[in-house]
C-alpha cells in the first residue's frame, strides 16, 4: 500500500457510528451481499430502487446517479470484509469504479462506508488495496480507522 489517501468518497472504519452523525441512506450486509445478483437485490431493497433497475454496474450507476438529484446518498455496508467475496476480486473494483464514478460527476455528494471488525478490517483493507492499485486504504498513523 502506498501513502496515497484513500477516495474521498469511501471510508473505511472499524468504528460504530458516532451519536448525532447522519444516518445512512441504507444499511446492507455485506453477509448478504456476497454475490453481484445478492449485492443488487440488497441495494435494490435498501434504496428503495425503481423497478426498472437493471440489476448490472451500468444499471446501478445509473439509478444512483438519479438518486442523487434529489439529495446525497450514503450507503454503509456492514461486515464489508464479506461484500462480493463469493465473486472474483475485479467485482468489488468495479463496485468501486462504479461509485467513484458516480461521486466524480454528481453535484451532491455520495459516500461509501465499509464497516467491519477490528479483527477483519486488515484483510478488507488488503482486498481494497488489491482493487484500487494500491491506493492508500491503511490505517493512519496512531491505528485510528477513517
Do not use: I, K, Y
Not at 484513500?6 to 441504507?26: I, K, M, N
Not at 428503495?48 to 446518498?73: I, Q, T
Amino acid at each position: 500500500m502506498t501513502g496515497q489517501r484513500q477516495p474521498g468518497w469511501l471510508r473505511v472504519t472499524d468504528e460504530a457510528r458516532p451519536p448525532g452523525h447522519p444516518t445512512p441512506s441504507a444499511t446492507v450486509s455485506g453477509a448478504a451481499a456476497r454475490t453481484r445478483p445478492a449485492l443488487f437485490d440488497t441495494l435494490a431493497d435498501a434504496l428503495d430502487l425503481p423497478g426498472h433497475f437493471g440489476r448490472n454496474w451500468d444499471a446501478l450507476a445509473d439509478v444512483l446517479a438519479d438518486r442523487l438529484d434529489v439529495g446525497p446518498v450514503t450507503l454503509e455496508v456492514t461486515d464489508a470484509g464479506l461484500l462480493l467475496a463469493d465473486e472474483p476480486p475485479g467485482q468489488l473494483g468495479t463496485l468501486l469504479d462504479v461509485v467513484g464514478g458516480v461521486s466524480a460527476g454528481a453535484r451532491e455528494p455520495v459516500r461509501l462506508v465499509l464497516r467491519d471488525t477490528p479483527q477483519r478490517l486488515p484483510a478488507l483493507r488488503l482486498r481494497l488495496s488489491a482493487v484500487l492499485g494500491g491506493c492508500g486504504v491503511a490505517a493512519p498513523p496512531g491505528g485510528v480507522a477513517h
